[in-house]
């Protein structure tokens, strides 16, 4: 099998643990900075290039695409996908996971609990409605064209002080629960639409970082039943193959704040003593065999991955109209 890993570099931890998974597996692997991939569009054909020269075919594509290229990058796989190539995670679905906002109404809409969020275009405004969520600590989480970032505030002070830092900036602005004391935060690797691995972690407190997981304590712990099916119904409903969905369990209810489509694989692997690098080699596998994507088996929940909720309510008015619910649909597990 010939395996496309779009990345910045191979020398990327993560990226090189797929390679060295893709190879004991006896795969061929090539490794392209999506920056530097060229597309040439016309009314009869498309190709890719790279350093100018045409891309030759390949089985499957694995998409790890930085925030700093990710209008660039997602378009790049999105060509890849065009083309009929499978991909382990599709552009629409890593878009969707890295819109905070819209997944977090997508998660709300279908029936994931999470935490009590306010959202806000002006940080002045947060400042007043934090008592909407319980009150500190909180994460606040920023979304601009150019700058994400979100951290952990333990007082009012801290806040204010993440707030006016951001104040003016014309970011998006979201405010989360945060339970330290009296609940765990864990992160959930789930790859093909099941769980295979938990992580606790204790974030760095009042750093702002592209993710908790950087500077962040983790202890691998044991996979409850309600974390795996949260976990693998999140990663159905945002479209994603390989997802680090990120939860605060509170008195066993787990709660969705979060859904990554790159996870650090080193990092859980060494929390863990698993090897999570190759369960992804083996659903790319799966998919060039045929097997049907993520996003088949959302609909087979009768759910609308990728940015459209349907939920209970949108189920029930097609049944009114005596329309198919999408339940009939095939998915596969």
């Known amino acids: 099998m010939k395996i496309t ?30 920056g530097r991939v060229q597309m040439h569009l016309s009314g009869s054909s498309a190709n890719l290039y790279y350093k100018r020269k045409k891309l030759p075919p390949c089985d499957v594509v694995i998409p790890r695409i930085a925030q700093s290229i990710n209008s660039y990058g997602l378009a790049v796989v999105n060509q890849f996908g065009i083309q009929g190539v499978p991909l382990m995670n599709a552009a629409q679905a890593i878009a969707q996971s890295r819109n905070k906002m819209r997944s977090l109404q997508l998660l709300s809409a279908n029936g994931i609990d999470i935490p009590a969020t306010v ?33 952990v505030c333990e007082s009012l ?7 006016e830092a951001v104040l003016g900036l014309g970011h998006n602005l979201v405010v989360q629960q945060y339970v330290k004391h009296t609940g765990q935060d864990v992160r959930v690797l789930v790859v093909g639409g099941r769980a295979l691995a938990a ?16 500077g962040a304590r983790l202890e691998g712990v044991e996979l409850t039943e309600s974390w795996r ?29 979060e859904v990554n489509s790159s996870p650090a694989l080193p990092d859980m692997e060494g929390a863990t003593g698993m090897d999570l690098a190759t369960p992804i080699i083996e659903r790319a596998e799966e998919l060039v065999a045929g097997a049907p994507g993520v996003d088949q088996q959302a609909l087979g929940e009768g759910v609308a991955p990728s940015g459209t909720a349907v939920g209970k309510r949108g189920s029930a008015r097609r049944k009114a109209a005596g329309r198919p619910s999408g339940k009939a649909s095939s998915g596969g597990g």
């Open 199 to 214: 992580v606790k972690r204790r974030p760095r407190v009042g750093r702002l970082s592209h993710t908790l997981i950087k």
């Open 119 to 151: 959202m806000a275009r002006n940080a002045e405004d947060l400042k007043a409605m934090v008592g909407l969520v319980g009150g500190v600590p909180v994460l606040v989480k920023l979304q601009g064209q150019e700058k994400h970032g979100v951290m």
């Open 5 to 34: 890993l779009l990345s910045r570099s191979a020398s990327i931890p993560s990226t090189r643990r797929l390679v060295e998974a893709a190879r004991a597996r006896g795969h061929q692997v090539r490794v392209l900075n999506p």
């Open 229 to 257: 099916v949260t976990a693998e119904r999140t990663a159905r409903l945002v479209g994603l193959e390989v997802a680090a969905v990120d939860l605060l369990d509170v008195k066993g209810q787990p709660k969705v704040f």
């Open 157 to 163: 002070q801290s806040l204010e002080a993440a707030l």
